[in-house]
């Protein structure tokens, strides 16, 4: 081999091992942007949180659609689907909220259906809140009293107060009830007490009453208790539903 040859081969020797040492030492390529990858995460996140929102307000459950977009919006508030929530998300919390307290009311009212004698007796009762307790009580030792709106096929509709184990201090006369309607003024309402001596004070006007309460929603009356004296009962009765009481037929 002549010595020319020998230094060429030395040359292309030496400039592949270059190459290779200068590609073994190129930087790697750049990692994607930490931030912009968080971001995207984030957009598609609230993406799936709105399809649910508005999947929820389609079906009418507006108390998780609620809880849905709040969370959503506090979560990823700068992206856009927490933008299109919040074009609705207050609408949708008021009436969640107005719906909620709707449930809450109807189920304060009980509703039996009798057979008795002359036909079916239909009842809506409702107990007072918060319950009476006697001094030094409370808890299960408070007194309850229920308001009962009655249909009888024989006596007819019916409005009365009753005390589980008391009765009415009606030494004074119990010929008028004092009851406010949803704050307004408190005024005499005739009532009655039962011949029978029964712990139940019957509200005369039962048609006038019934008409008052289907348009309010707190009733105060004020009773005088034996032992307990003069007490105002409370009753929540925006959650009456007279579709349970179907005969509405007085007494004759």
Not at 188 to 202: N, R
Request: with cysteine.
């Amino acid at each position: 081999m002549s010595q020319r040859l020998s230094a060429i081969i030395v040359l292309a020797s030496a400039l592949a091992l270059a190459a290779c040492s200068s590609s073994s030492n190129a930087p790697p390529a750049p990692a994607p942007d930490a931030v912009a990858v968080a971001k995207a995460n984030a957009a598609a996140q609230a993406e799936k949180s709105l399809k649910l929102y508005e999947q929820m307000r389609a079906t009418g459950s507006l108390d998780i659609a609620a809880q849905v977009g709040a969370e959503a919006v506090a979560k990823y508030p700068d992206s856009a689907a927490a933008a299109k929530i919040r074009e609705t998300l207050g609408e949708v919390t008021a009436k969640a909220k107005e719906e909620g307290e709707a449930r809450r009311l109807a189920r304060l009212w009980a509703y039996t259906v009798t057979s008795v004698k002359g036909g079916t007796q239909y009842a809506g009762s409702i107990e007072n809140e918060p319950p009476l307790a006697p001094p030094g009580l409370s808890g299960k030792d408070a007194k309850h009293v229920h308001l009962i709106l009655r249909q009888h096929p024989e006596w007819g509709q019916t409005v009365y107060l009753i005390l589980d184990n008391e009765k009415f201090n009606c030494k004074s006369g119990c010929k008028t009830l004092s009851i406010s309607f949803d704050g307004e003024p408190a005024k005499p309402w005739k009532a009655t007490i039962p011949p029978t001596g029964e712990p139940a004070l019957f509200i005369d006007d039962d048609k006038a009453f019934i008409a008052r309460v289907l348009k309010t929603k707190k009733v105060a009356i004020e009773v005088n208790l034996v032992g307990d004296g003069r007490k105002t009962l409370v009753f929540e009765t925006g959650g009456l539903d007279m579709s349970h009481l179907p005969n509405t037929t007085k007494k004759k």
